[in-house]
């Protein structure tokens, strides 16, 4: 295929032979960088290509652009290594496991122009694109407020594994996923301060023996590291006005929910998005709420019919693009850029704060 | 440059084997005179002689008026031998770390001829002097880190180790029966952690985590220790085997990558 890339990858945890599956699909090439044999011989084989123990020897192959799925702990180091090697990179959510390492990033990906951009993929389903466009066009009115929520019911991606440490994630549910939920009310409100936050976090499934898994997001690694919180709540309140309830759940005893309620002082909407690629069908929608006076005054409820249901793979692929794209075109991408994900990580760290010290 | 004779004759093996087991002797006991060194060595008081103003002048050992200790020289050689251990360099800082947050001593052993070798110790507030020195060597079935990596090892490479060990009764705690041990250690593996209550020193209590990875092994194992007092049920039990597991965990990823680390010094 004419214009078609070889990737670099660094990691596969897990996510990077999701993405690997996408970019070859999209006809371009992949190589990898791990350091573990067994995973490295499995990836030959199933993409026929060279595998490399550690990233210094792959940043020195023939790659055109790395894709970064280390724990979060080392996103610091590979990517900013790549793009002083001159790389684009795109890093698996989130930017990073620190806000140190993070402004590291930021700070190379400006100073050698590289593209950098992070895989928020929820931001690439259509509904998210469809909602903001009400948003802009001013159908809501000024918003007032957001309930956000994205809940699993049993969802601790693998107790023990690097996800449910501290220093290797950089912290539990709300950076895991708490991440996309951050990133998604930032671009409905298009990136607003904080001025205020309350949050409180738990940990009530890291040791309970009693744990069920009943959405597999990864075994039980013999590892025993759990210093995370699985679950988050939290009040912002923004230098607009608007404020903003999030709850993030690895795990919770209620239904799965990943759920924006936007009120606004003319209208409201509903974006319910699928928050389980295991599933066979994606159960995302959008409805907006108005009310209308024509006839007699009356509520108007729209459910909005995208052109297509996306799923998680759908998301993947909308990255993929965006990120490609970029790449030809050396122009910094719109959507989860290095600036963006940054605000994102701001913000998740100033949550994690207030929760540690009740700020 | 050419090579020296590299036929081995008995006798030259046995002065190098002397040499290391004079140093053995003085390290066990320093300021050790010259007739007791001989004595232990089995050789006339010239032939020790002779040997000690060899190493002297060498300065692995110091002579204050006949009797002698060993010398700076030798950490030097410990410097660098530690130096070449990969799992010193990513696993240092945690040690650190969890020294400081319990306050207690931590410590990073490798496993060395069927011995633990401590590759690095940090104390926390309640201690200035860490237990035993630096490189200090001791059995495996008497200590939370030996335990910790024995339950990680394959069958026949434990075999192979605990056949080998002198199960000495350090204290009434110690475990000094194969099977016992055994049975405890896969206890250990299913719980991730080893407890020593008293095993090798009495009124100390240590609880350690092996480090490694599922596919190759442990590679060692750090742990925290404590005197009784201080490491009471709850902590022994609760708290400390939490914090090591984490701090173990953290270690056996950071041995995967390695290449991101840049705690080499």
């Known amino acids: 295929m004419e214009n078609s890339l070889t990737v670099g990858i660094v990691g596969l945890e897990p996510s990077g032979t999701y993405y690997?599956?996408?970019f070859t699909d999209l006809g371009h090439r992949v190589m990898l960088a791990d350091s573990d044999p067994d995973q490295r011989e499995s990836f030959e084989d199933e993409f026929e290509t060279k595998t490399f123990e550690n990233p210094d020897e792959l940043f020195r192959s023939d790659i055109d652009v790395v894709f970064v799925s280390t724990p979060n702990k080392y996103h610091g180091t590979v990517a900013t290594e790549a793009m002083e090697t001159g790389y684009?990179?795109?890093?698996?959510?989130?930017?990073?496991?620190?806000?140190?390492?993070?402004e590291r990033i930021v700070e190379t990906a400006e100073r050698t122009g590289n593209i950098c951009m992070v895989a928020y993929f929820h931001r690439f389903r259509e509904y998210c694109d469809i909602l903001k466009s009400y948003i802009d066009r001013g159908e809501l009115g000024e918003i007032v407020h957001i309930d956000a929520k994205f809940i699993r019911r049993r969802g601790v991606p693998g107790r023990g594994t690097w996800y449910t440490s501290k220093k290797l994630a950089g912290g539990g549910a709300l950076i895991d996923v708490g991440c996309h939920v951050v990133d998604l009310v930032l671009y409905l409100l298009e990136w607003p301060n904080a001025e205020d936050i309350v949050a409180d976090s738990r940990s009530d499934f890291g040791h309970r023996t009693d744990y069920r898994y009943l959405?597999?997001?990864?075994?039980?690694?013999?590892?025993?590291?759990?210093?995370?919180?699985?679950?988050?709540?939290?009040?912002?309140?923004?230098d607009t006005g608007t404020t903003t309830d999030i709850e993030v759940a690895w795990a919770a005893n209620v239904q799965y929910e990943h759920s924006y309620r936007i009120q606004g002082t003319d209208g409201g909407a509903e974006l319910r998005l699928?928050?389980?690629?295991?599933?066979?069908?994606?159960?995302?929608?959008?409805?907006l709420y108005e009310v209308r006076s024509g006839g007699a005054d009356h509520f108007a409820d729209s459910e909005i019919i995208s052109g297509s249901d996306q799923g998680y793979e759908e998301c993947y692929e909308g990255t993929v693009k965006a990120f490609v794209d970029a790449v030809r075109t050396g122009d910094r991408p719109e959507k989860c850029n290095v600036r963006e994900a940054l605000a994102t990580q701001e913000l998740i760290d100033w949550i994690y704060r207030a929760d540690k010290t009740g700020e | 440059m050419r090579f020296k004779d590299t036929a081995t004759s008995r006798d030259t093996i046995q002065s190098v084997e002397r040499s290391f087991r004079i140093l053995e002797i003085i390290g066990d006991d320093e300021n050790i005179g010259v007739t007791d060194i001989a004595s232990k060595l089995d050789v006339p008081k010239s032939t020790a002689h002779h040997y000690l103003r060899t190493l002297e002048s060498l300065g692995y050992i110091d002579n204050d008026d006949g009797t002698y200790s060993l010398g700076i020289g030798l950490l030097n050689l410990g410097g660098a031998a530690r130096s070449n251990q990969q799992l010193y360099h990513l696993a240092k800082n945690d040690v650190d770390e969890l020294a400081a947050q319990t306050g207690e001593q931590a410590r990073l052993i490798g496993e060395h001829r069927g011995y633990e070798i401590t590759l690095y110790q940090s104390t926390g507030e309640n201690l200035t002097e860490p237990y035993d020195p630096l490189g200090t060597i001791k059995q495996l079935h008497c200590t939370a880190a030996g335990k910790a990596f024995l339950a990680e090892l394959s069958k026949p490479e434990l075999d192979r180790i605990i056949e080998g060990i002198e199960f000495v009764e350090h204290t009434e705690n110690t475990v000094t029966d194969p099977d016992e041990l055994r049975s405890e250690l896969r206890s250990v593996h299913d719980q991730g952690v080893a407890y020593d209550d008293e095993e090798r020193y009495e009124g100390i209590r240590c609880v350690a985590a092996s480090v490694g990875s599922k596919d190759i092994g442990p590679y060692g194992a750090i742990s925290v220790s404590a005197p009784v007092e201080r490491m009471d049920n709850e902590r022994f039990r609760g708290a400390i085997p939490d914090l090591i597991q984490n701090y173990a965990g953290v270690v056996g990823v950071t041995t995967n990558y390695y290449w991101a680390e840049d705690s080499f010094e």
């Open chain 1, 20 to 22: 690997a599956d996408i």
């Open chain 1, 88 to 102: 684009d990179v795109l890093l698996e959510k989130p930017l990073a496991a620190t806000m140190e390492d993070a």
């Open chain 1, 215 to 238: 959405e597999m997001w990864g075994e039980d690694d013999e590892a025993k590291m759990y210093d995370v919180e699985d679950s988050v709540r939290t009040f912002l309140k923004f």
């Open chain 1, 274 to 287: 699928d928050n389980n690629p295991i599933s066979d069908k994606s159960t995302s929608s959008l409805n």
